[in-house]
């Protein structure tokens, strides 16, 4: 997982962590980043979609092992 954070772009990868990890609010993020909430929801989007697309083959392996 660290490493799959680790190749995402740099602001795509503070956005994951402010909201993810810090927790905090969109709207708050957003200030901390001095962007528009709806450019961090995009960055946000981003982050989750390209997340799930490196991370499937590892889910996808770990749970076909848990079938056999």
């Known amino acids: ?3 799959a954070l680790d190749e995402l772009p740099s602001r795509t990868r503070q956005v994951m962590h402010l909201v993810t990890i810090e927790q905090l609010s969109h709207d708050d993020a957003a200030a901390v980043l ?3 909430v709806e450019a961090l929801k995009a960055s946000l989007s981003l982050a989750r979609r390209t997340m799930r697309e490196r991370l499937k083959p590892i889910y996808d392996e770990v749970r076909g092992a848990r079938t056999e």
């Open 1 to 3: 997982v660290v490493a």
């Open 34 to 36: 001095a962007i528009s």
